[in-house]
């Protein structure tokens, strides 16, 4: 009798989670990329903050964020860790600094830095926001 909870797929699926990559908001947003016939690749390696969609061709970098890991302004983002406070909320603030850091350095070799927070993403408009701001025809994903 097989004991094992997972499946090997199942299996791999939750390691990646667990290693970060490959997470839903970020497979939702490559499918809406996906659909719009927009090519991307993945984990910008080398890039400055290694971000999660590189569009080479378009020179776009994108991020997706967690609204509690990265600090969003938002109430998810405000939300108040019960346990550990001060070791989340430096780790919040370091993450933030390397996230800024990171837009900077980006745009300093002529990236443009599309960030997308995962609150935005329940938004109803939020593929036709995404591919206006990957395109350069909107400022920002959020309303
Ligand atoms: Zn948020």
Redo the contacts with the bound molecule.
């Keep these: 009798m097989n004991t094992d909870v997972f499946s090997p797929e199942k299996r791999s699926a939750v390691m990646r989670c667990v290693k970060g990559r490959d997470t839903s908001p970020e497979l939702a947003v490559r499918r809406i990329l996906r659909a719009a016939g927009i090519g991307y690749r993945l984990g910008g390696i080398g890039l400055p903050g290694r971000p999660d969609v590189v569009m080479k061709g378009r020179k776009v970098a994108l991020f997706v964020?967690g609204?509690f890991w990265h600090g969003?302004?938002?109430?998810?983002?405000a939300r108040q860790p019960k346990t550990n406070a001060d070791y989340w909320i430096a780790k919040i603030s370091r993450n933030r600094a390397r996230d800024a850091a990171a837009v900077k350095a980006l745009e300093a070799s002529g990236w443009r830095v599309v960030v997308v927070?995962?609150?935005?993403m329940r938004k109803a408009d939020f593929a036709a926001r995404l591919i206006a701001m990957v395109l350069g025809q909107a400022a920002s994903v959020a309303a």
């Design positions: 964020h609204c969003h302004d938002c109430p998810r983002g927070w995962e609150c935005e």
